[in-house]
């Protein structure tokens, strides 16, 4: 049963970075397209980003563009959201997901698209 590990939360001041790691535990992720979410305190859970199963798109929310890069390491058992110029708003709970199915790419930004999910990684951004 492959499980999502994340590690990499924590506090920092705005304008600061953090990088969110996401481990496949007891398999990988090689052929499967990545994506990120992120949470608010009572507020839906929406997306940051995606890595297409190849690695060779990275579609952002219009919130990320510019400021955050997701990528792959060519084994396929982890996946990254370095995250630049960080601000307050971007506060939340992180979460890495997995595809319900290999080698597809399509409604990359819909929850429904993910199968398995990391436990979520605190990021705190404050002035």
């Known amino acids: 049963q492959v499980q999502l590990v994340e590690s990499g939360g924590g506090s920092v001041q705005a304008g600061g970075s953090l990088r969110l790691s996401c481990a496949a535990s007891g398999g990988t992720f090689r052929s499967y397209t990545m994506g990120w979410f992120r949470q608010c305190l009572g507020k839906e859970r929406e997306f940051v980003g995606a890595?297409?199963?190849?690695?060779?798109?990275?579609p952002y929310a219009d919130s990320a563009k510019g400021r955050f890069t997701i990528y792959k390491d060519n084994a396929g058992n982890m996946v990254y959201l370095q995250m630049n110029s960080l601000k307050e708003e971007d506060t939340a709970v992180y979460y890495c997901?997995?595809?319900?199915?290999?080698?597809?790419?399509?409604?990359?930004?819909?929850?429904?698209?993910?199968?398995?999910w990391g436990q979520g990684s605190q990021v705190t951004v404050s002035s």
């Open positions: 997901g997995r595809f319900v199915r290999p080698c597809v790419f399509a409604n990359y930004d819909l929850m429904a698209s993910y199968e398995l």
């Open positions: 890595v297409h199963w190849s690695g060779g798109s990275t």
